[in-house]
């Protein structure tokens, strides 16, 4: 072989040298992209395998926590329907309250009202001393949903017959008109109601709800303890091991027919429709209220019933609110709203 040709096939040779390593780099670096390529693609694919394995943790505590409230939901509505079905059997409470303006009303009748809301088959009668009713408490029975479960009325009490703010509380007595009112609402609108009980509850007392269950259980006329009364810790009906009402621990006027608070009986239903007479009155001597009344329904020692676990429980207490310490120029700021802020509106009326 010449060396022209020599040099020729040697140069061709290395060019198929150098196009072979060109080729070979070009193909590692490919494959070298495509491994990278594929090791983002595996990378991504194990997130989403991660995320996908977390949302389905996540559903499972969720489809679990469905399950517990579908549980419970079961079981309240169970509870529900049972406790509609005993509500039905309940008898009715009709609780009275006579009320009237001052500055501390609005706050007793928020109280009040906020247990009563939680009392199954219970009638509010709240009797105003007034012209009309207010919007105050037509707005509170609004408030606690009780517009349908509550009579709203008003009766003004005789001018002669009223007390001043500086009265002692002996002086005159206080409810007569407005008790009577709601008698006479009671025998208009629930005459035949054959199960219920009827109770004078006034609007600065405080109440027990186990009250009301012992309210349910009277026949005729059933008594209880009640606390912070008549200068007693308790004053209370004393019992006899055979369940009869001996006696009264009450220390003022023991020898009345009844010495017994307002609010430590209540009747039966039937009695006020049966005698259209019974009431208060103002021509009794003072602390008679409920001995009159109890009288008026022909009832006597020995109809009482002992409830609260024979007279050993108090489930009332005659707490009584204390009078707001106001000056006389704000005293009479209250009898008219148009002289009030807002928030002093809001706190009494």
């Keep these: 072989m010449s060396d022209a040709l020599l040099i020729k096939f040697l140069a061709l040779m290395g060019f198929v040298v150098v196009v072979n390593v060109i080729l070979f780099w070009r193909q590692n670096v490919d494959m070298s992209e495509s491994k990278a390529d594929l090791e983002a693609t595996i990378q991504m694919l194990e997130r989403k395998k991660t995320n996908l394995l977390m949302k389905n943790t996540d559903l499972e505590r969720q489809a679990h926590r469905m399950a517990l409230k579908m549980e419970h939901l079961e079981i309240e509505v169970r509870d529900y329907s049972q406790a509609r079905h005993d509500r039905k ?3 009715m409470v009709f609780f009275v309250t006579p009320t ?3 500055p501390e009303q609005k706050a007793d009748l928020t109280r009040l009202g906020q247990t009563l809301a939680h009392i199954p088959n219970l ?3 709240l009797v105003e001393d007034a012209e ?3 919007d105050m408490i037509r707005d509170l029975l609004d408030r ?6 509550s009579a709203h009325l008003a009766v003004s009490t005789p001018e002669k017959m009223r007390m001043n703010a500086s009265d002692p509380n002996w002086k005159l007595p206080r409810g007569v008109e407005q008790r009577n009112a709601a008698l006479e609402y009671l025998r208009t609108n629930h005459a035949s109601w054959h199960r219920g009980a009827v109770y004078f509850g006034d609007d600065d007392n405080t109440y027990d709800w186990r009250l009301f269950d012992e309210i349910r259980k009277i026949n005729r006329v059933g008594v209880w303890p009640v606390g912070i009364v008549g200068g007693l810790i308790v004053e209370a009906p004393i019992v006899a091991s055979n369940g009869t009402v001996t006696g009264f621990t009450a220390k003022w006027k ?3 027919p009844f010495p017994i608070d307002m609010a430590a009986f209540a009747v039966n239903l039937s009695l006020i429709v049966e005698n259209r007479d019974a009431g208060f009155s103002f021509d009794v001597p003072r602390g008679y209220q409920e001995s009159h009344f109890l009288t008026s329904l022909k009832l006597s020692r020995n109809d009482l019933e002992p409830r609260a676990d024979f007279c050993s ?3 009332v207490w005659h707490t009584r609110t204390e009078k707001a310490q106001l000056s006389k120029k704000d005293l009479q700021r209250t009898l008219d709203p148009a002289q009030l802020s807002e928030p002093e509106r809001n706190a009494i009326a």
């Design 144 to 149: 606690l949903k009780m517009t349908q479960t």
């Design 123 to 125: 009638f509010w009668i």
């Design 100 to 102: 009237k303006r001052r």
């Design 254 to 256: 023991p020898e009345r």
């Design 132 to 134: 009309g009713p207010s």
């Design 89 to 91: 059997n309940l008898p």
């Design 313 to 315: 429980k108090v489930y």
